[in-house]
Nanobody
Framework: QVQLVESGGGLVQAGGSLRLSCAAS????????MGWFRQGPGKEREFVAV???????????YYADSVKGRFTISRDNAKNTVYLQMNSLKPEDTAVYYC???????????????????WGQGTQVTVSS
């Protein structure tokens, strides 16, 4: 049984930083994609960032425009874990952050939540102004 377990959420003031972690168990995603979506109050779940194996020899990171330059995604395959370092946080970053994983996903679909096979339970991030 595959499980994704997020941690690292919390309450932070605007301008602060948080680091989210997502540990996968039950299978590895070293040749797939692991990433993050978020859902703010009254909003649809939206893409944040993903780390994807390009099928050759590299991992490629993709980011939503709203977080580029502030968030950094990384992974540790030995720990089967993906991280999201969030800096310069803004109140509009407040949301439940969900880890997502796919064993294989085309680059064209990385922002589409329906193409991810596995999801975590979510971790709350609240940014106060």
């Amino acid at each position: 049984q595959v499980q994704l377990v997020e941690s690292g959420g919390g309450l932070v003031q605007a301008g602060g930083s948080l680091r989210l972690s997502c540990a996968a168990s039950g299978r590895t995603f070293s040749s797939g994609a692991m990433g993050w979506f978020r859902q703010g109050p009254g909003k649809e779940r939206e893409f944040v960032a993903v780390h994807r194996w390009d099928g050759n020899q590299y991992y490629v990171a993709y980011y939503a425009d709203s977080v580029k330059g502030r968030f950094t995604i990384s992974r540790d395959n030995a720990k089967n874990t993906v991280y999201l370092q969030m800096n310069s946080l803004k109140p509009e970053d407040t949301a439940v952050y969900y880890c997502a994983a796919s064993s294989t996903i085309a680059a064209a679909y990385v922002t589409r939540r329906e193409y991810y096979d596995y999801w975590g339970q979510g971790t709350q991030v609240t940014v106060s102004s």
